[in-house]
């Protein structure tokens, strides 16, 4: 059974820091491409970030400079460090793999942050 595990979403004021984690199980995580969206209330879902199985990272513009998204395949877990938060970050989070047809998907983390 494939479970995709996250934890680190909370409240915080606008220029603070949060970082985000998912944890995989169940599939060969190290050839995954892993993703982290967003969706904010009355907004589709939105891809904020990107790490293939090779390393490489693509970004929303939104967020390119304050974001970062990484992975530890040992750990099978993927991160998303986010800095200088804005009040329009606010949203729920959501890991996400793929590799070929098969796809994830994270519960969600809420993510709030105030002005």
């Known amino acids: 059974q494939v479970q995709l595990v996250e934890s680190g979403g909370d409240l915080v004021q606008a220029g603070g820091s949060l970082r985000l984690s998912c944890t995989a199980s169940?599939?060969?995580?190290?050839?995954?491409?892993a993703n982290w969206y967003r969706q904010a209330p009355g907004n589709q879902r939105e891809l904020v970030a990107t790490?293939?199985?090779?390393?490489?990272?693509a970004y929303a513009d939104s967020v390119k400079g304050r974001f970062t998204i990484s992975r530890d395949n040992a750990k099978n877990t993927m991160y998303l460090q986010m800095n200088s938060l804005k009040p329009e970050d606010t949203a729920v989070y959501y890991c996400?793999?793929?590799?070929?047809?098969?796809?994830?998907w994270g519960q969600g983390t809420q993510v709030t942050v105030s002005s």
């Open positions: 169940g599939i060969t995580f190290r050839v995954y491409a």
């Open positions: 790490v293939t199985g090779g390393g490489s990272t």
């Open positions: 996400n793999v793929g590799y070929g047809t098969s796809t994830y």
